[in-house]
Structure formats: structure tokens, C-alpha cells
């Protein structure tokens, strides 16, 4: 993609690819990101994970800048840890690195980010009924298919970020009342079905 890049959002390249391609490295990011700071014992109790494994993980994190010290909770023994960036950028650039590892780490990485997506969609059905009234009739599960070019799938995506990011400027504070993190997954590739049989040549 060539759109600007937010200072707030790392665009991924080789090097930072391979020291974030680790399950559980990514699943640690993602908590830092979404749960806000904490130490690796919080992590490790929250992941499954032993304090040791955790702690590890985070110190190559924090190598290749992925997290960062919270200086505003750093005060005791234990190291507070915060993300360094609020969005990860992913070039598809790196599906074709002459690099075989960079092209396995890119394999990796969509395919772990794929089952955290998958993962987030099954705990909100396994625990919607403890949200209230108004959340359960404000969600979506979609799907939609349509004939396009890969020109007219582009344009397509581009503008469904471009409506996202006008309610991006519109966020509400953490202490709106009736406000929640509101999870947003956008898939679109081509299908192969019964009645095309063969898949398109470029």
C-alpha cells in the first residue's frame, strides 16, 4: 500500500519481521496493545504462559522496538512494559523476500494474525450474553461476495479504510460511559467455486 504512513502505526520490514514472528511474541504485543501496560508476571498469568517465557519474549520485543518501558509504572522490581506503536503496517513485499526465512516469517505472521482473528470473533459469541442489551444488538457478522478485477477489489478496500478512518477522528475517551473497544476485521480475497472451476490468469 502506498498511502501515508501514521507515526503511530511500525510498517514492518525484514529485520523487525523476524523478531516479531513468534506466537506467543505476537499474542504479547497484542495484549500490551490492547490491555494497556503491564509487567511480564500480569502477562503470563493472563497468556497461560510461565513468567520466564514471558519475560524472555518481551526483552526481544523491546530489541527490535516493538515495546518500550512505562516510566510511569516502572517504580518498583518488576519492569513495566508498554507498546511502542498503536498499529502494525505489513508490506506484502515481504511474501516475495529473496530471503527464505523473511518469506517464512511473513507466513507466519498471517497466519497467526488470522487465528487471533478468529479467536477474538469466538470469544465475543461465547460471551456475549454477559454484555449488555444495547451491545448485543450492535454487532456484525457479514459476508458478502461479489464478481470484481483485482483493480475494483483494491478501490474497494481503500475505501472501506477511508470509512473506518473517519471514525477514527470521531473515538470516544476510555471513560465515555457505554463505551467499549469495538474490534473492526476487514477479509478480502478471491474464492474459487463450483462454477469456476478454473482459477483466473492474469
Same mark, same amino acid.
Request: no cysteine.
Given at each position: 500500500m502506498n498511502e501515508p504512513l501514521d507515526p503511530q502505526v511500525r510498517q514492518l520490514d525484514a529485520r523487525s519481521l523476524r523478531g516479531l514472528a513468534h506466537p506467543l511474541r505476537m499474542q504479547l504485543l497484542d495484549a500490551l496493545r490492547?490491555?494497556?501496560?503491564a509487567t511480564?508476571?500480569?502477562?503470563?498469568?493472563?497468556?497461560?504462559?510461565?513468567?520466564?517465557a514471558t519475560s524472555y519474549h518481551l526483552r526481544q520485543l523491546a530489541a527490535h522496538g516493538?515495546?518500550?518501558?512505562?516510566?510511569?509504572?516502572?517504580?518498583?522490581?518488576?519492569? @513495566? @512494559?508498554?507498546?511502542a506503536h498503536e498499529g502494525l503496517r505489513f508490506d506484502?513485499?515481504?511474501?516475495?523476500? &529473496?530471503?527464505?526465512?523473511?518469506?517464512?516469517?511473513?507466513?507466519?505472521?498471517?497466519?497467526?494474525?488470522? &487465528?487471533?482473528r478468529t479467536q477474538e470473533l469466538s470469544t465475543w459469541l461465547g460471551t456475549r450474553r454477559s454484555w449488555p442489551e444495547e451491545w448485543n444488538r450492535t454487532w456484525d457478522m457479514s459476508s458478502m461476495t461479489l464478481r470484481l478485477t483485482p483493480d475494483l477489489t483494491r478501490e474497494l478496500i481503500a475505501k472501506?479504510?477511508?470509512?473506518?478512518?473517519?471514525?477514527?477522528?470521531?473515538?470516544?475517551?476510555?471513560?465515555?460511559?457505554?463505551?467499549?473497544?469495538?474490534?473492526?476485521h476487514t477479509h478480502a480475497f478471491p474464492l474459487t467455486t463450483d462454477t469456476d472451476p478454473e482459477r483466473p490468469q492474469s
Amino acid at each position: 500500500m502506498n498511502e501515508p504512513l501514521d507515526p503511530q502505526v511500525r510498517q514492518l520490514d525484514a529485520r523487525s519481521l523476524r523478531g516479531l514472528a513468534h506466537p506467543l511474541r505476537m499474542q504479547l504485543l497484542d495484549a500490551l496493545r490492547f490491555g494497556g501496560p503491564a509487567t511480564a508476571s500480569q502477562l503470563a498469568a493472563k497468556l497461560g504462559e510461565s513468567s520466564g517465557a514471558t519475560s524472555y519474549h518481551l526483552r526481544q520485543l523491546a530489541a527490535h522496538g516493538f515495546i518500550e518501558d512505562d516510566p510511569e509504572r516502572g517504580k518498583g522490581k518488576e519492569r @513495566w @512494559w508498554k507498546a511502542a506503536h498503536e498499529g502494525l503496517r505489513f508490506d506484502d513485499a515481504l511474501l516475495t523476500d &529473496t530471503d527464505p526465512t523473511v518469506r517464512g516469517a511473513a507466513d507466519l505472521y498471517l497466519y497467526e494474525t488470522a &487465528t487471533a482473528r478468529t479467536q477474538e470473533l469466538s470469544t465475543w459469541l461465547g460471551t456475549r450474553r454477559s454484555w449488555p442489551e444495547e451491545w448485543n444488538r450492535t454487532w456484525d457478522m457479514s459476508s458478502m461476495t461479489l464478481r470484481l478485477t483485482p483493480d475494483l477489489t483494491r478501490e474497494l478496500i481503500a475505501k472501506m479504510h477511508e470509512l473506518v478512518d473517519t471514525y477514527r477522528a470521531r473515538a470516544v475517551d476510555a471513560d465515555t460511559p457505554g463505551a467499549a473497544q469495538v474490534r473492526l476485521h476487514t477479509h478480502a480475497f478471491p474464492l474459487t467455486t463450483d462454477t469456476d472451476p478454473e482459477r483466473p490468469q492474469s
